[in-house]
Each structure stands twice: as C-alpha cells, then as structure tokens.
C-alpha cells in the first residue's frame, strides 16, 4: 500500500508542476516579464513531460494505465512553445483551462483510490468536505 501512496502523490506532483508551469510561462509571457529563454522553457516543459511520463509508467504497477489525461497538457504545452517562439502568437487560455480541468478530474480520481486503499482515512484540509 505504502508504494502505490507514493506512485500516487508522484503522479499528483507530476501534472501540478507542469499545470503550473504552463500557467506560470503563460502569464509572463503575456505581461512580458519572462526571464527565461524560449529554448530554456522548451527543455524545462520537456523534462516535465518527461517526469508525467515516468510517473504514469510506474503507476502501472498497481493496474492504472493512464491514457487521454495527458492530452490537454500536450495541446497546451504545445501552444505554449508557440508563444514563447513566436512574436504574435495568442495566449493559449483555452488549452489552459483544459489542463486545469483534466488535472482537477485526476486529483479527484487519485483522492478517491488513497480513500479506497487507506479504508476512508484520508482527510481533505482544502477545499473543506462537502456535508
């Protein structure tokens, strides 16, 4: 039980630190205070595609074959490489919200197997349960 809770949270911080960092380039961009290069963004959203990968795979030890989740993570990573390369590209805040939403369903999902595999012990702090 305890390598699968950490197959879990491994996924969970995988796919926060690429929603957030999609988020993060995005909005620097836009308002024109990114610090870092173009090619430093493509090779940091790489590695983090790269972590999502890693994570997925050794999910695989407990029976979750991750699929269609990453998609909106690939169409918005991909957007956001044509904003950082690109002079008049649009902010991608479509793809965005899509990654936002598919990460809340995954959270949701990963929340109801640690309730499954702890017998129900898991205690949401935030937002707070509904009654």
Known sequence: MAEE???LIALRSA???????LHSVTEATVQGYRRESADAVLERIEAL???V???SDAAMQDGLWIGSE????EIASHM?????????????SRAL????EARTGFNRFILHRLEE???GTVTRVHPPPAV
């Open 80 to 92: 956001v490489r044509v904003l950082v390369t690109s002079t008049d590209a649009a902010a991608p």
């Open 49 to 51: 595609r790269a972590a």
């Open 97 to 100: 919200t899509d990654v936002r």
């Open 117 to 119: 595999i702890s017998d």
């Open 70 to 73: 990453r998609m909106p993570f």
């Open 53 to 55: 990968e890693a994570a």
């Open 15 to 21: 796919y926060r630190d690429w929603d957030l960092y």
């Open 5 to 7: 809770v950490t197959r």
